[in-house]
């Protein structure tokens, strides 16, 4: 119950196209959603985060998506860059003890 | 500028050999946590600090033990390091309503 299963492991995607990231839960006590993007040697940064009681969160071209119904989220990479090539991070926490419960991560390759 | 400080950025130790990793932070938060990092994996939450109460992860090897001096300060000690305590160790901090989690660089730890 406290897994979150992320997919897909790796993901190729050509500049200016669109990333997509799934992440699947089944603790519904689960109240806040981060998205964590982290570049070789170092550490995790937040990207975006949102919380239950809205269906979707944008910034930028960074776009979260949430199903309650389907205990999914996904992270949306609109106009991928090469700079965006990092591995990336779904996570999971309940407000009691706010430990965060993180998905496998998928290493994302934008081509130039 | 740098929010949480984690030192030495590389650290090799030897098999058996006691060793200390240290953590700062500027961000005057209450709760600190330590995290292990393997190739290609997840962050693995070891313990964490909610001001001076200590929260120990269930399978977190006795090992592995940490001090707090205080607010600023977190050390990871790794009593007796194996071959299998070689990754990366991430330092976090948040707030107390514990929602974003501020990560360091990590310490690239190596066992010969």
């Known amino acids: 119950q406290q897994q979150v299963k992320q997919s897909p492991q790796s993901l190729i995607v050509q500049k200016g196209g669109i990333s997509i990231i799934n992440c699947a839960y089944e603790?519904?006590?689960?109240?806040?959603f981060p998205w964590y993007q982290q570049f070789p040697g170092k550490g995790p940064a937040l990207l975006i985060a949102i919380r239950p009681d809205v269906s979707e969160k944008k910034e930028g071209r960074f776009t979260i998506s949430f199903n309650k119904s389907a205990k999914q989220f996904s992270l949306h990479i609109m106009d991928s860059q090469p700079g965006d090539s990092a591995t990336y991070f779904c996570a999971a926490s309940k407000d009691e003890g706010n430990k965060l419960v993180f998905g496998a991560g998928t290493i994302l390759r934008v081509k130039s | 500028d740098a929010m949480v400080i984690q030192n030495p950025r590389y650290q090799v130790t030897q098999f058996g050999k006691p060793v200390t990793l240290s953590c700062s932070q500027t961000?005057?938060?209450?709760?600190m946590y330590w995290y292990q990092q393997k190739s290609s994996q997840a962050p693995k939450l070891l313990f964490h600090?909610?001001?001076?109460?200590?929260?120990n992860e269930a399978d977190t090897p006795d090992n592995f033990q940490s001090r707090r001096p205080n607010t600023s300060f977190c050390f990871l000690d790794i009593r007796s390091p194996g071959l299998g305590d070689a990754a990366m160790y991430l330092c976090a901090t948040s707030t107390k309503n514990r929602d974003e989690q501020y990560f360091g660089p990590g310490t690239r730890l190596t066992v010969t």
């Open positions: 603790n519904t006590a689960f109240d806040y």
């Open positions: 600090y909610y001001d001076k109460d200590f929260n």
């Open positions: 961000l005057n938060h209450n709760v």
